[in-house]
């Protein structure tokens, strides 16, 4: 039943393009030109020609900024990366117009199509905004100027990861782009079917607006998490800051937090490396988090956590505060380029050493400790049961650690990069646990607050992530 | 009717000694045996490691977890009871760890419990424990027992679940052979090094005298990589039976001969063709055995530790061997008891055999202590 819809809507969107191609156009050249110019080219670059790899055949050569309408059409629903079309209704209504409207948004069982198409509307806006909509556009179309150069393939590695980028980037353009051109349409079939007194017509169309308006809440979740890498698995560090026994009792309640909240989003979560305290807790601890988005959800936790309560190591029974730095690294893909390490650079330690060893001692302790030397960077793994597993699990720690220590170089050199998520250093309070003398948890950043800390602690996490990741994004995009 | 018959024959040891009781395909022959020196009809049955059972017992979730805690209690007690002047004591910590180990290796996981969970740090919630029930590989009784025997007897781990974690490889091992040590899987390493400098290595016949567990012949023979040969001999029938079964559970019987023997009697048909010689033999000076640490002192085969006088009898009688086996070009690696003896084997290859050898050095372990003699034959 959607199928037939979609295929009566698809046969005459085509005269919808037609009929208001002229208007789209001149819309496309005000922001290509725009876009343009913002991203410091000169307007000889823009005539360049152009490959819509996307849809995998050349569009040919655009020789100015102003489409003839047919080239324009076919470019249109093709979804080619460089034209943007602003999709627009029969009667020309645009996701814009729509949410400057200000239609009242009403409970999704009401049968009001205006509502539904508020709310979709507005989804689409929060989503651009998460996507960094603008920003997406201009990068895109460097992308597409850099993968046309002729002689882009004599270096395949970056050719692979331009074509790459492109690829993912033009995916989440297309998807969005989809999206509101299934809206609009799903409008002008409604406005027909009413036209026509096509009861039947109407309603499905309806179920499919509310379906849609779903479907939206999903994509602006999913949009928190579309930063490179962000659908990577990763290593989450704890650290107990200074103050011995009760900071490295609170380091372990940290790691037991992140233990739980990775087990209920349903990642795989193994221990790679573990300092226990003297008297309790641990001092420091890598866990490797398994599963898709798992650095992207993590990554809202980096920093460092603060703890208020009366301490049960205290026979005095004085309120202490305490603190644990969290760090988060992503493990990059195979696709992704890697820093390659020397053999030669590496001191490879047994942790636990002391002893003749060999056949005077058997013990189930096989701890590596992995020196990349000229970095002074480190890793060590005790929890496998060979030191061979070990040693292959330093190493991948290792390798992330470098990695990252590569992207912030790389990061730092590209200002354009530089978002407010990377600018969180090791250093900053994030949040603060109070269980005494109220009971009370706050993120600093989005002033978050939750009065259970018991369901924090036992790793309901999620909305503080959640808050965090849609706040920063949200933040991004108005300063530019 | 495998499965039952697996699980039963560990039970008793005096089973035909050609079953499959560790072998991942019943299908696959014991290994060809070309002289009678070869695997003999004295072989003993060798044991069922704890993860290769049948969960065929099953507990309340609650009765496990009162296990667990038990065993941890006894784990974190050990601490209070010895002095810190004692060198020869268990920590705690390793042995948490251990008991981790013994719970994947004992309990079957499944989507609702994976074992950590089961034992991780979550608390029992309502009557769950009483309703939900967990498979185990052996009975709570027998994991009581177990775990007694590793902290009061201080019966070593690997023994304990009759197996041992070794570069890639989980080995069977048991009472009677050695449980190979974290510094052995280096000897690998230093073949894989040599082997990827020149395929040559690659084709010949290869030996590990004094096998054990068989950890230093299989290790090689997957480094060589399918076209390689490696003969494994020892003198213990336990080793030969561990280290055959060993060998099958990895389908290399087509790489890896198991030969019963004395270091190189049973080598006579490849004198002067081997192309390398790898060995980890008993290097301990007698007088230091009665001061060994428990599991090993109380535990392990002296065969495979007491190394003479001074150690290096055994080591001594491979380096004169290692000139009449070894073709041109071949390598050989010994393991020894540190640096001092490293320093006497280099002695003794470059002046009493100094026109066989060539580039004779000594290697460290990853604690720094020089801990392996390796060479070329001239």
């Known amino acids: 039943m959607s199928s037939l819809i979609i295929n009566r809507s698809r046969s005459r969107s085509v005269l919808l393009w037609k009929t208001y191609g002229i208007k789209i156009t001149s819309i496309i050249s005000h922001s290509f030109t725009d876009s343009v110019s913002s991203s410091g080219f000169s307007s000889s ?103 046309n150069k002729p002689h882009l393939w004599d270096d395949p590695t970056h050719a692979g990861k331009i074509s790459r980028e492109h690829g993912s980037l033009t995916g989440k353009m297309k998807g969005v782009m989809t999206f509101e051109r299934e809206l609009l349409e799903h409008i002008d079939m409604l406005k027909l079917a009413k036209e026509e007194k096509d009861s039947e017509l109407e309603s499905e169309t309806m179920s499919a607006l509310k379906e849609m308006r779903r479907v939206s809440k999903e994509k602006e979740l999913e949009a928190l998490l579309s930063a490179e890498n962000d659908q990577c698995s990763c290593y989450i560090e704890v650290q107990a800051g200074a103050g011995g026994t009760e900071s490295n009792d609170w380091a372990a309640m940290v790691m037991e937090m992140y233990k739980t909240w990775a087990q209920r989003r349903k990642f795989s979560v193994t221990v790679v490396d573990e300092m226990p305290g003297e008297m309790a807790g641990i001092k420091r601890a890598t866990i490797k988090v398994n599963g898709e988005y798992a650095y992207g959800y993590a990554k ?56 003749a060893g060999g056949q005077h001692a058997n013990t189930t302790d096989s701890a590596v400790r992995i020196i990349h030397i000229p970095t002074g960077i480190t890793a060590t793994c005790q929890n496998e049961r060979s030191q061979h597993m070990n040693k292959a699990s330093a190493m991948a720690v290792l390798q992330s650690r470098l990695d990252q220590l590569e992207m912030a170089r790389q990061t730092a050199m590209n200002a354009q990069h530089t978002q407010s998520l990377t600018e969180i250093s090791w250093g900053n309070q994030i949040r603060t646990y109070v269980l005494h003398p109220y009971r009370m948890v706050k993120d600093l950043r989005t002033n978050y607050e939750v009065s259970d800390p018991d369901s924090v602690l036992e790793g ?21 | 009717m495998i499965r039952s018959f697996r699980f039963t024959s560990l039970l008793s040891a005096a089973k035909p000694l050609r079953s499959f009781a560790c072998s991942s395909s019943p299908a696959i022959e014991p290994p060809q045996c070309s002289s009678s020196s070869s695997i003999s009809l004295r072989i003993t049955h060798p044991k069922t490691p704890l993860f290769l059972r049948a969960p065929s017992h099953a507990a309340p979730l609650s009765e496990v977890w009162k296990w667990h805690g038990w065993a941890k209690d006894l784990a974190s007690s050990v601490d209070d009871n010895s002095s810190p002047e004692d060198e020869d004591s268990l920590d705690s910590i390793l042995l948490l760890r251990e008991l981790k180990w013994l719970i994947e290796d004992s309990i079957e996981a499944s989507d609702h419990h994976h074992p950590v969970i089961i034992t991780g740090t979550e608390t029992p919630r309502g009557d769950d424990g009483e309703k939900k029930s967990v498979k185990l590989r052996a009975s709570l009784e027998e994991l009581y027992d177990l775990w007694r025997q590793r902290i009061e007897k201080r019966r070593p781990f690997q023994y304990v ?92 019987e087509g790489m890896v001969e198991v030969r019963e023997g004395s270091w190189f009697e049973p080598l006579k048909d490849v004198e002067g063709k081997l192309v390398g010689l790898v060995s980890n033999p008993p290097y301990i000076p007698s007088d230091d055995i009665p001061g060994l640490q428990a599991e090993v ?82």
Request: hydrophobic share 40%; proline share 2%.
């Open chain 1, 300 to 355: 809202a936790e980096v920093g460092v956590h603060r703890l208020v309560r009366i301490s049960p190591f205290d026979s005095g029974k004085r309120r202490h505060t305490s603190f644990a730095a969290v760090a988060v690294i992503p493990i990059l893909g195979d696709g992704s380029t890697r820093v390659q390490i020397n053999d030669s650079d590496l001191r490879i330690e047994r942790f636990r050493s002391g002893g």
């Open chain 1, 460 to 480: 309901d996490l999620d909305g503080f992530i959640l808050s965090f990741l849609s706040s920063s994004l949200d933040k991004g995009d108005d300063e530019h």
């Open chain 1, 45 to 147: 670059d823009s005539t360049r020609s152009f490959k819509t790899t996307s849809s995998g055949f050349e569009s040919g050569k655009i020789s100015n900024l102003a489409f003839s309408r047919n080239s324009f059409v076919s470019t249109a629903r093709t979804l080619s990366s460089e034209a943007v079309p602003v999709a627009s209704t029969c009667d020309g209504l645009t996701v814009e117009r729509i949410i400057a409207n200000q239609w009242p948004i009403l409970d999704e069982n009401e049968s009001d199509w205006k509502s539904h198409a508020a709310a979709i509307a507005q989804s689409i806006q929060v989503i651009k905004r998460r996507l960094q909509w603008k920003k997406l556009l201009v990068r895109l179309r460097m992308l597409s100027v850099e993968l």
């Open chain 2, 161 to 252: 679940v009759g197996c041992e974690h070794w570069r890639d490889l989980v080995l069977c091992v048991e009472e009677g052979v050695l449980i190979p040590r974290p510094e052995t899987e280096l000897v690998v390493d230093m073949v894989e090094e040599v082997v990827r400098g020149d395929e040559w290595f690659k084709r010949g016949v290869w030996a590990d005298l004094g096998t054990g567990s068989g950890a230093i012949a299989i290790g090689v023979a997957r480094v060589l990589g399918g076209c390689g040969r490696v003969i494994a001999t020892d003198l213990s029938h336990v080793a030969i039976a561990v280290a055959g079964n060993n060998v099958r559970r990895y389908g290399l």
């Open chain 2, 297 to 378: 002192g109380r535990h392990e085969p002296r065969l495979a530790l007491d190394g003479g006088v001074d150690g290096t009898d055994s080591l001594l009688h491979l380096c004169d061997g290692a000139s009449r086996m070894l073709t041109s070009g071949g390598f050989f690696a010994f393991e020894t008891n540190g640096e001092k003896q490293s320093k006497m084997i280099v002695d003794y290859m470059t002046s009493n055999l100094k026109d066989s050898f060539s580039g004779v050095k000594i290697v460290s372990d990853f604690a720094g202590i020089g801990r392996f003699v390796t060479g070329f034959r001239l």
